[in-house]
């Protein structure tokens, strides 16, 4: 990695720690929110206090990038550089105590993934990919499962966002199903990069999803392949923001999992 990238990294790493400590002072395990208001009110409240420390320094290392911090938009990008930020990745989860959320940072150039940071507060970890660095977890190198058998598999997936399309809901409860069927042990939940930092880490084997929700996906797709993992979209294509899905696998499973999520999906819309 180049010096320039390693400092950017650097800054990236420190913006996003300091905004998952704050975020971090806001959380309680006694959250319980009583209506969809009370939920969207604290989901707004979250994520304009880690803005407030993220956003600036990320500017600031890089003045002439785009800044994305809408944790829903999809698609590719315009060319150029730009920072795609979640500022609580897995918010829904932080509002209603659970632990399973993060901060993360990617920068972006020409819709390819160039580096990213994700901090979990609660755990105090940090994960960070550069691309042709590498991935690593509080600067220990990362890597991906050696397992080549589907049916002894950890895999998982998830609802992007809500109000899905139910073209997608259907492809989704298909691919769900022959999962279910193939693998050992099938894991369903939000947000998409956490599991995703399992599969770069070996913890967990497959990661698919039905969706092109750019701030879930680019953070982990580079940290699943910059530790050595594969990643496509659910046929084995390259995989890009414009991608309709996204598939993330250990080497050894990759093959298994395209062929088990394209026959579930393969007649489908």
Not at 197 to 212: C, K, L, N, P, Y
Request: net charge negative; hydrophobic share 45%.
């Amino acid at each position: 990695m180049s010096t320039m990238l390693t400092e950017l990294l650097t800054e990236v790493t420190t913006a996003v720690q300091a905004a998952g400590a704050l975020v971090r002072q806001r959380f309680t395990r006694d959250a319980r929110p009583n209506s969809l208001e009370d939920v969207l009110a604290a989901l707004r409240a979250n994520d304009e206090a880690s803005l407030s420390l993220l956003r600036e320094p990320l500017r600031t290392a890089r003045p002439a990038a785009g800044w994305i911090d809408d944790e829903l938009e999809t698609g590719a990008l315009p060319d150029g550089e730009w920072w795609v930020a979640d500022p609580v990745e897995g918010n829904i989860n932080h509002v209603h105590g659970l632990t399973d959320w993060s901060v993360t940072a990617t920068l972006v150039r020409d819709n390819r993934p160039v580096l990213t940071a994700v901090h979990l507060p609660l755990a105090g970890d940090t994960y960070t990919a550069s691309a042709g660095g590498g991935a690593f977890l509080n600067g220990a190198p990362l890597r991906p499962s050696a397992k080549t058998r589907l049916d002894g598999a950890y895999v998982g997936t998830g609802q992007a966002r809500p109000g899905d399309d139910p073209a997608t809901l259907r492809r989704l409860t298909r691919s769900l199903s022959a999962m279910l069927d193939a693998a050992l042990v099938t894991r369903s939940s939000v947000p998409a990069t956490l599991q995703l930092i399992e599969v770069a880490a070996g913890r967990m084997d497959v990661f698919w999803q039905h969706s092109d929700v750019r701030s879930g996906l680019l953070a982990g797709a580079l940290l699943v392949a910059e530790a050595g993992g594969t990643v496509t979209d659910t046929r084995g294509n390259p995989w890009t923001p414009a991608s309709p899905d996204l598939l993330a696998a250990a080497p050894g499973l990759h093959r298994a999992a395209v062929d088990v999520l394209s026959a579930a999906n393969g007649a489908g819309e």
